[in-house]
């Protein structure tokens, strides 16, 4: 099996914490549809377990959280003629996915080191908490792909931070470090990467 053919994605439960990690590193914890299919189950888990009381979802590696779609799978299913969802995931593989999750009664704390880009970002935009290490970089670049970000980043971005400012990065697709997004209150707390399982638990 390829890398890109993995579902890759670990699931713990440690005490009343249960622990979802994006596992591609090698591909920057990009998500192909076995991982969607893969977090489907786990997140009906979280939900169902009384003993979890909150969930952290993190990135393997030090390099990304995720960079959201596995565009080489994505260019595999376009030359097989299946067509890109638009807005939301319903039946895609792995519907309802965290950003349809509305219902979701335990909380999610996203741990992010690295980038969080498109769906990576917009799997954070969907968790409770943020904290993320001063190395994170948050962006939506699917408007210099000719793309939306459809999985509740136009939406959640222009609900979290002032309109204007969401705009702008929307419509560019620019990046936005760390110290930017805790000074727009979009991540709770940065810390160095050294620090950042102390700052999650703590």
């Known amino acids: ?88 995931s319903r039946g895609q593989p792995g519907w309802p996915r965290l950003t349809e999750r509305f219902g979701l009664s335990k909380p999610v704390v996203a741990r992010v080191n690295g980038y969080a880009l498109g769906g990576g970002f917009e799997l954070a935009l969907a968790c409770d908490l943020i904290i993320a290490s001063d190395q994170s970089v948050f962006a939506l670049p699917e408007a210099t792909l000719g793309l939306v970000p459809g999985a509740g980043g136009a939406f959640r971005l222009a609900r979290q931070v002032p309109l204007k400012v969401a705009m702008g990065y929307l419509l560019t697709g620019r990046r936005m470090s760390a110290d930017v997004a805790l000074r727009l209150g979009l991540v709770n707390e940065v810390v160095p990467a050294r620090k950042l399982d102390d700052a999650v638990t703590t």
């Open 1 to 88: 099996m390829t890398d890109t053919e993995e579902s890759g994605v670990r699931y713990e439960k440690k005490g009343h914490t249960a622990y979802v990690t994006l596992d591609r590193p090698a591909v920057l914890n990009a998500m192909n549809l076995r991982m969607h299919e893969e977090l489907a189950r786990v997140w009906d888990d979280v939900e169902a377990d009384d003993d979890i009381r909150v969930a952290v979802l993190t990135g393997a590696g030090d390099r990304s959280f995720s960079v959201g779609q596995d565009l080489r799978e994505r260019s595999r299913l376009d030359g097989q003629g299946v067509p890109p969802s638009t807005f939301g």
